[in-house]
């Protein structure tokens, strides 16, 4: 199967459970055979992105996408007017789901897998 996979943060390198979890996940997908396309965003400098790619190609094909966080005020604002989890408002990134549009408009994939919750506002042009 060819997967598109959306993600909310890089698993490299990985320096916690969730990035642990996800970076074996990948690797178990990639052994029996499945091709990835990971999405994720990064708040890193230019060149930390490019070694991170460089790691996870072995992987998938990386599409890490430089964005960064706004204010946690701002964020918590738009969730209390939204009336939704700040969590999900935190991660609702427009560069990463730009990406996801560009993905889809490139290739077919067999499924999209938003990684969790809070990936899903980035997930949504598959669902077009």
Do not use: N, Y
């Amino acid at each position: 199967m060819k997967i598109l996979w959306i993600a909310t943060k890089a698993p490299w390198p990985p320096v916690d459970g969730g990035r642990r979890v996800l970076l074996d996940t990948l690797h178990a997908l990639g052994a029996a055979g499945h091709r990835l396309t990971l999405v994720a965003p990064v708040a890193m400098a230019e060149s930390e992105r490019r070694s991170c790619e460089q790691e996870l190609a072995a992987v998938c094909e990386p599409r890490l996408v430089a964005a960064r966080p706004r204010p946690r005020w701002l964020d918590g604002l738009r969730a209390q007017l939204r009336g939704m989890p700040w969590t999900v408002v935190r991660h609702a990134l427009p560069a990463v789901r730009r990406e996801v549009e560009t993905q889809l408009g490139q290739q077919r994939f067999d499924a999209v897998i938003a990684e969790q919750l809070q990936a899903l506002a980035a997930a949504e042009p598959a669902a077009e």
